[in-house]
């Protein structure tokens, strides 16, 4: 099990930092700083990434456990396969992060401030968007939040997929082995 773990979470996690990779540089270099499509890329990415919480399942199941899996067993596979992706996400961003963009919250905020005024809100709700703002900007202060939040936004997803998967390829018993 230790071999498709670690074979499926770093196929996993190589692909997730890709595209983090490619997201951030796509983001930092636009002049709206974020659009729409390097979120989407960004979240088609992650899920091509998790999509190697299935395929790992699915393998183990077949070819290294004789067609048999407990929902718990494959639920901890998929987990630990998310896990090492999300860990590999979360150390590209922090190298990205303090070698490359140490300014990055600095711009969101700007450009999360700039979107708001632009939108017609009321000034109670650029105060909260300000205050948001100005409290993600302190905790990046600190890298245990970094890492928090950074785990937050793939690990979630990878969980969800893990459940999903553990209930689509759970199987108690192999009826080629039983009607041997």
């Not at 990779?21 to 499509?37: A, E, K, R, V």
């Not at 639920?75 to 630990?80: A, E, I, M």
Request: a positive charge.
């Amino acid at each position: 099990m230790k071999k498709s773990i670690i074979y499926y979470g770093l196929i996993s996690g190589l692909i997730v930092s890709a595209m983090l990779i490619l997201t951030t540089s796509l983001c930092y270099n636009n002049p709206n700083f974020q659009d729409q499509g390097s979120m989407y890329v960004g979240f088609g990415g992650i899920i091509v990434a998790f999509s190697m919480i299935f395929a790992g399942v699915k393998n183990f199941r077949d070819k290294h456990n004789q067609g048999v899996i407990t929902f718990s067993k494959a639920f901890k596979l998929g987990f630990y396969i998310a896990f090492i992706a999300s860990t590999m996400y979360v150390v590209t961003w922090l190298i990205e992060y303090y070698a490359f963009i140490p300014d990055f919250m600095d711009k969101y905020a700007a450009h999360e401030l700039k979107k708001i005024h632009s939108g017609g809100y009321s000034q109670a709700e650029i105060n909260d968007k300000i205050a948001d703002m100005n409290g993600y900007k302190e905790m990046y202060k600190n890298p245990a939040y970094i890492v928090l939040l950074t785990y937050m936004e793939i690990l979630p997803l990878g969980l969800v997929l893990s459940l999903i998967s553990a209930l689509i390829f759970k199987k108690k018993t192999n009826s080629n082995l039983a009607s041997d």
